[in-house]
Each structure stands twice: as structure tokens, then as C-alpha cells.
T-cell receptor, first 115, second 115 residues
Framework: EAGVAQSPRYKIIEKRQSVAFWCNPI?????LYWYQQILGQGPKLLIQFQNNGVVDDSQLPKDRFSAERLKGVDSTLKIQPAKLEDSAVYLC?????????????FGPGTRLLVL | AQKITQTQPGMFVQEKEAVTLDCTYDTSDPSYGLFWYKQPSSGEMIFLIYQGSYDQQNATEGRYSLNFQKARKSANLVISASQLGDSAMYFCSLCYYNAGNMLTFGGGTRLMVKP
């Protein structure tokens, strides 16, 4: 069974530029999560999708971050414009149904550096 | 709000010895789950073990076991017979029932296995 796929693996941009990350969850998983992991910290949830609907986006900086999962499968996270403090690893995870205490499976992450 | 604390930023262990990684948490919700993840330098979060708050026995998965002390709100990870490949960051995380499936992570512990 293929795991969670993410691309690109690395991205370097200048501040005020835009960037997009892509995630393809494990086949059949209804729930998809985007986490931000700043160096030296644990991951922090940005947004959670159930199929193509948003379950929780309370920690997503909506003035510059956006995410979509139009067909309920793969997802895109965008930052526009990027700031220096957005430098982090962006992790995508998926779980089968999004039920409480269900195991989440993570992708390899995208490492973003904003100069 | 729930909080996860991992007090050991870094630890060394001799190969083939056992090691305990500490995790304490704070939640007022009686129904919750605790997850441990391993993050090697490649960046992917690898699920290790899960403990539900109502589970009567401590969870075990191969060389991993969880020393769950509910009254003390601690969920320490025990790795037996350490291997060089165990060198990585280890994250404790909490999921509680009323928040869907959102994980809150601790700050992590870096484990280094010495040959």
C-alpha cells in the first residue's frame, strides 16, 4: 500500500513570493491534515479536511494561507505572500475516517525556506 | 486546552540497552488517546504506538511499550534493546475525543544511540 505522497520535497523562495505544496493521501483515506513544523518544535495542525469539506482550520493564518481538496482526494496548500517565519516543514497526513483517536499516517514533508 | 510536555530535549543510550522517553500531559477530558511518533532525519513521522485513556493494559508493539500512568498523566515510551536505527526525534501527542482527530504534539526528544 502506497503511503502519503508530498511534493516538492524542498523549496526555497524569497519573502513575498507565493508557493504551493501538494499532497496525495493513502488511497481510500477520507481525512487529510496539513501540519506546520517549525525547526525544534512539534508539528502544529493547520487544517483538517473530511472528504472535500473543512473540519478545522482554526489555526490556519487565513490572510496568507489557503488550502483546498476539491475532489476529496489530493490537496494543495498555498502561501501567498510568504514571510520569513513561514520557513518550516509542511507535513501532510491522512487517516481512514477521521474518527477520534484514529492513527494518522504522515508523508515525508516539504521543507520550505523563505529568504 | 491540552498540553504535552517532553522534558528531555536529548538523550544518549548505548546500543542494546533499554531507554525511557518521558511524556506528561494535561487534559481535563476523560476520553483521550496518546500517540508516539518517530521522526528520523528524513523528516517523515512514523507511527509507533497508541494508548487509549480507557485501556486497562499498557500498550506494546514489538520493542516499544508504553508506561501509562493515568493518575499521574504520564505516558512514557520504553524502547528495549536499542538499535542504531532508533536514533531520531520522538514525539508524544495527545488526541481527545471532543476535538475530532486533532493531534497536539510535545516538543520532542532527540534520541542518539551509541555503538
Amino acid at each position: 500500500e502506497a503511503g502519503v505522497a508530498q511534493s516538492p520535497r524542498y523549496k526555497i523562495i524569497e519573502k513575498r513570493q507565493s508557493v504551493a505544496f501538494w499532497c496525495n493521501p493513502i488511497s481510500g483515506h477520507a481525512t487529510l491534515y496539513w501540519y506546520q513544523q517549525i525547526l525544534g518544535q512539534g508539528p502544529k495542525l493547520l487544517i483538517q479536511f473530511q472528504n472535500n469539506g473543512v473540519v478545522d482550520d482554526s489555526q490556519l493564518p487565513k490572510d496568507r494561507f489557503s488550502a483546498e481538496r476539491l475532489k476529496g482526494v489530493d490537496s494543495t496548500l498555498k502561501i501567498q505572500p510568504a514571510k520569513l517565519e513561514d520557513s518550516a516543514v509542511y507535513l501532510c497526513a491522512s487517516s481512514s475516517r477521521g474518527r477520534s483517536q484514529e492513527t494518522q499516517y504522515f508523508g515525508p514533508g516539504t521543507r520550505l525556506l523563505v529568504l | 486546552a491540552q498540553k504535552i510536555t517532553q522534558t528531555q530535549p536529548g538523550m544518549f543510550v548505548q546500543e542494546k540497552e533499554a531507554v525511557t522517553l518521558d511524556c506528561t500531559y494535561d487534559t481535563s477530558d476523560p476520553s483521550y488517546g496518546l500517540f508516539w511518533y518517530k521522526q528520523p532525519s528524513s523528516g517523515e513521522m512514523i507511527f509507533l504506538i497508541y494508548q487509549g485513556s480507557y485501556d486497562q493494559q499498557n500498550a506494546t508493539e514489538g520493542r516499544y511499550s508504553l508506561n501509562f500512568q493515568k493518575a499521574r498523566k504520564s505516558a512514557n515510551l520504553v524502547i528495549s534493546a536499542s538499535q542504531l536505527g532508533d536514533s531520531a526525534m520522538y514525539f508524544c501527542s495527545l488526541c481527545y475525543y471532543n476535538a475530532g482527530n486533532m493531534l497536539t504534539f510535545g516538543g520532542g526528544t532527540r534520541l542518539m544511540v551509541k555503538p
